[in-house]
Each structure stands twice: as C-alpha cells, then as structure tokens.
C-alpha cells in the first residue's frame, strides 16, 4: 500500500469545495444539537455501511487490519466539519442547522462522486495522521489516555483513537513506551520520517495554508472588540484611514470597490463613504460574515445607501473587468495571497483608474521589553534559525509585486506610529487572538500548546508591563501606502 499516494489534485479540490476536517481549530467546547449529530450520524453510518466495496479496503488499507468503525468516523468528521464551516461561512456563527447539515452532506457527497469513497478516505487519514504525528513529535511522549481521548491535540472529536493508536502501531509510526509505571505514545524513527513526508504533501497541495486561513476566518469572526482595541491600541489609526483617502485621490462620484472592509471602520469613520458621497457608490467586501453584517448594521444606522456590503475575498473579486474606477483597501493585503489578490484588483480597475493599498510592515523586534514578552513565539522560529513567521511585509515587496502585475506609476510612502503595549490581556487578545500575528508559528503548533502559549503570553505580559516603565512600552510599527495606475 502507498501511503503517501499522489493526492495532490484531490487535496486542491478539496479546500476550494470548502470540505474540512475538523476546523474547530479553536475553542468552541460546542457539540451539536442531538437533532443535528442524528442527521449526520445517520448519513455517516448508513453511508460508509453500504458504499465501502472490497477495493477500496485494499487501496486504502493494503494487508493490514481494517477498523471497521473508521469508515464512518471519518465520514462523520468530514461532514461535521464542513457543516460547521459552511455555518460559520454564512452566519458568523458555530451553530449548525439543518439545512447546514445537509448542504454539508451533498458537498462530501459531490465530491465522492466525482473521485471515489477510497480518495475521501485517503485524504482523511493523510490530515489526521498529520495531527497526531505532530502532537507526538511536539511532545515527544504523550500519556496514552490523552492521546486517545485526543484532549491535546485534537479535543473537537466525539470518539476515541484507539483505531489509530492501533493502526499507527501495526504500521511502525507509534509506539507504546512505559516510563515510571505509566503508558505513554511515542513517535518512532519511521514515524518521524513519516510525518516528513505527510506535512510535504500536505503544504505542497495548500492544505495547510487552508487550514490556516480557516483558522484565521474564525478567530477574526470571533473578534467581538476589534473596533474598540484598534482604537486604543493603535491610536493614530484613524486619522492614517483618513490621510489614505486624501493618498488614492478618490473624488466625489467614482466607484469604488473596497477589500478587506471589515465592519466599515475605513468606509465610514475612515470617511470613504462621505468622500464618494451620494452621486458616487460604494461596493465593500470581507470573508467575515460577522464582520459584514456590523458593517451594514452602521450603514442602516447612519442611512447611507449608496455603500453595499458582500462577502467576499480580494482574490476571487466577483466583478466584470474594468468595472471599477479605484479599488483600495486598509490594512487588508498583508492577510491575503498578494499577487492574486493584486491580479484580481487590476483586473476589475477601468483603464487609467487607481488601486492603492495601506499595509502594516514588519515591525523591529528586537526591543527589550517584547523580546521577553514574546519569548515562547520567538523561540519557536529560533528553534527553525529563522526569522518568526508574521505575515507582514519587507517594504519592497508591495511595489515590486505592483509592478510584477503590470501597474505602472507605483508610488508608496512609508509612515511609522505608535502602537502601546501596555494592556497585557487586549495586546494578546488583539495581535495574536483577533488579527492572527504569528499564526503561522502557532497554527503549526498542537491544540494544546496552542492555547498555553496565549496564556503564557498573558502571563508574561502583566509582568513585563509592571517591570518596564510605560514609556517603553510601545513599538514603532511602520506601514506603508501603495498606489498605482492600471494602463
Ligand atoms: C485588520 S482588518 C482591517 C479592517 C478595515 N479595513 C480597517 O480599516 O480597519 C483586516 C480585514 O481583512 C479581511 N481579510 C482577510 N483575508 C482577506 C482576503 N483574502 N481578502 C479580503 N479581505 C480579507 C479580514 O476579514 C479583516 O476584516
């Protein structure tokens, strides 16, 4: 048997059908309404009991022993999974009804459909193996009771592992070790190497970069305070939203289309709406359901109706060519794939028209009392000898991306504002809970350790900021305007 079989394509098709295996990535501590896991939990075993044909045992599982109940565990997982993204997609929410439910089972089903059962199967048992083989590799011993119930590496399940323990044993990859009276889970030699292989495939199909985006999409959804901590934690944010209006040289009457918009904090208080005015119109767009329907819940309040909400993201625009005089956004770049979503930006912008981005830049980090804060991040990326994964950008990599796409007349200007650093728990809860800073360093990290490096951040915050004197407390974060012609 090939376990590490070519699914590259599958994988691909996979995320953008928008399928998932447990994305509930972060805390929810939900389960489903008992009317809505029937539904699934009905679909699932009657699936897997009679769709599971003789080859597909033999492609997937080859001379080894078949747990019978994976079938429907993995079936199970998949639909749950993409039941609670699809809610999440169009609501905001985590909460699953029963048309979620059963959209989620005709996706997996469509998908089936169009590859087979074993591909779905394969597909599962690539991700899962991947979520226990670096949990086991982060911890290198894992108490067995906890690597069976899954509680530091994969809590969102309703079932045990024991079929995994088993099968990752029989294969060479686990094995069970007894130190001080107690069974422990450890990866071998072969499994090390495994996991290699497994996180290749895995980043080469952009699984794991959608993973990480999932996890972002929810956590920014969840960002109940965003508007309130931008303010207080940036102060000069809304005056540099207003001096990046005055930068794209919007005029009164053009069509504008706006990317990232979250909750309307550029459009309106930023005063695009007012600066297009009524003559004009105003098309705005986030991935965040949540954060669109504040966005329209300011709209209705202040009675603008020449703005208009979608959700939607910057690098798949749903707009005709040309059809756009400037498209533009605030601190919404650094968060998307850059050149297709600049592509996409120059597609939609009319011959002559202006697309211009404000983007946050790498920060220097090397400032004493960050450096202690953010140890347990920046140690991780000292671990690779590289830099922290942050997402944000050198300063010449937005023009040059600019100018790759083919936009001519490329100015930027670089600004640089305070940002303090002195509310330990909304620094935390802001950068690294709401905006995802250094999610990549943390998305690679177990569930657990996840959660107890945030806390650890807290923890480390209060203290530093009562060691430090507060006018050491802040960075000096650069940022960057970009504008160009599209000719
Ligand atoms: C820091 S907020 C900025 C919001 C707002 N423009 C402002 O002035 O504060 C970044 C926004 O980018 C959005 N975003 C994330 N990925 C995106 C993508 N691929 N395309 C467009 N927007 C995206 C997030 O949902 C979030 O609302």
Redesign the pocket.
């Known amino acids: 048997v090939n376990f590490f079989p070519d699914l590259t394509v599958e994988l691909r098709d996979f995320c953008k059908s928008r399928l998932a295996i447990s994305p509930w990535l972060i805390e929810t501590g939900d389960r489903f309404d008992p009317a809505i896991f029937e539904i699934l939990d009905l679909e699932a075993r009657e699936y897997a009991a009679s769709n599971i044909f003789e080859k597909d045992r033999i492609k997937i599982f080859g001379t080894l022993p078949i747990p019978e109940r994976l079938f429907r565990t993995a079936l199970y997982e998949i639909m749950s999974s993409t039941a609670v993204l699809l809610a999440h997609e169009q609501t905001g929410q985590l909460e699953v009804n029963e048309e979620h439910a059963k959209t989620a089972i005709q996706m997996v089903n469509n998908f089936i459909q169009k590859y087979d059962f074993a591909t779905l199967l394969q597909i599962y048992g690539l991700v899962t193996s991947y979520e226990n083989q670096n949990a086991l590799a982060y911890y290198g011993l894992m108490p067995e009771r906890e690597f069976l119930l899954g509680s530091w590496h994969r809590p969102w399940i309703d079932y045990n592992l024991s079929d995994e323990l088993l099968l990752g044993v029989l294969m060479g990859n686990y094995q069970i070790v007894i130190k001080e009276g107690r069974r422990y889970v450890k990866l071998t030699d072969q499994g090390q190497e495994n996991l290699k292989n497994t996180k290749k495939i895995l980043k080469e199909s952009g699984f794991l970069a959608h993973r990480l985006?999932m996890l972002?999409?929810f956590q920014?959804?969840l960002f109940d305070d965003?508007e309130k901590l931008?303010e207080e934690l940036w102060p000069e944010?809304m005056m540099l939203?207003r001096s990046f209006i005055d930068f794209t040289g919007i005029k009164p009457g053009m069509k504008v289309l706006?990317?990232?918009?979250?909750?309307?904090?550029?459009t309106f208080e930023?005063g695009l709406a007012d600066r297009v005015g009524p003559e004009g119109r105003v098309i705005s767009?986030?991935?965040?359901p949540a954060?669109i329907a504040r966005a329209e819940a300011k709209r209705k309040e202040l009675g603008i109706d020449w703005v208009e909400f979608y959700q939607?993201?910057?690098?798949e625009l749903p707009f005709e060519d040309e059809s756009f005089d400037a498209v533009i956004?605030?601190?919404?770049l650094h968060?998307?794939?850059c050149k297709s979503?600049l592509e996409e930006m120059r597609r939609v912008t009319r011959y002559g028209g202006t697309i211009a981005s404000f983007h946050p830049l790498k920060v220097n980090l090397n400032v004493p009392f960050f450096q202690e804060w953010f140890s347990p991040i920046l140690e991780l990326a000292a671990k690779r000898k590289e830099p922290p994964k942050d997402f944000l950008f050198h300063p010449e990599e937005v023009p040059e991306h600019f100018r790759r796409v083919g936009l001519k007349q490329v100015q930027h200007e670089e600004i640089i504002s305070p940002a303090p650093f002195n509310q330990p728990e909304k620094v935390v809860q802001h950068y690294v809970q709401g905006?995802g800073w250094f999610q990549e360093e943390l998305g690679e990290l177990p569930w657990r350790a996840r959660q107890e490096i945030i806390e650890t951040l807290k923890k480390r915050g209060r203290e530093v900021c009562n060691k430090f004197p507060k006018e050491e407390l802040f960075m000096r974060w650069p940022a960057q305007r970009v504008k160009a012609q599209r000719c």
């Open positions: 985006d972002h999409l920014f959804n965003f931008a944010s939203r706006e990317l990232g918009c979250a909750n309307g904090l550029l930023g767009i986030d991935p965040s954060m939607g993201k910057a690098e956004g605030f601190a919404f968060f998307t794939d979503a905006l």
